[in-house]
Nanobody
């Protein structure tokens, strides 16, 4: 079982950039697909991005394409989400996830971090 700890959230202005990090412990992160989901106030959790074990394949939600970049460093058991051109609608709690597979439907995700809050002011 993997334990996931997110960091890097905070309050930024629209147009700014922010990098989230997720440190994995327990089962080695390199064994798993990793990714990010987010949950805005009053909304369901939604898929943001995933990255495969080697880092060669990534997948993004339409809302993230062109602005967010997911990457991983297996030597550090860490996955990152670089976010640029942030918008107020990106405000949410961002959750790091992992599993043998990570579907876009959050119901199918095995492992979750506790989340880190990103607030984007207009």
């Amino acid at each position: 079982q993997a334990q996931l700890v997110e960091s890097g959230g905070g309050l930024v202005q629209a147009g700014a950039s922010l990098r989230l990090s997720c440190a994995a412990s327990g089962r080695t992160a390199s064994y798993y697909v990793m990714g990010w989901f987010r949950q805005a106030p009053g909304k369901e959790r939604e898929f943001v991005a995933t990255i495969n074990r080697s880092g060669s394949i990534t997948d993004y939600a339409d809302s993230a394409k062109g602005r967010f970049t997911i990457s991983r460093d297996n030597a550090k058991n860490t996955v990152y989400l670089q976010m640029t051109s942030l918008k107020p609608e990106d405000t949410a709690v961002y959750y790091c996830v992992s599993g043998a597979v990570v579907p876009r439907d959050y119901h199918g995700v095995n492992y979750w971090g506790k989340g880190t809050l990103v607030t984007v002011s207009s």
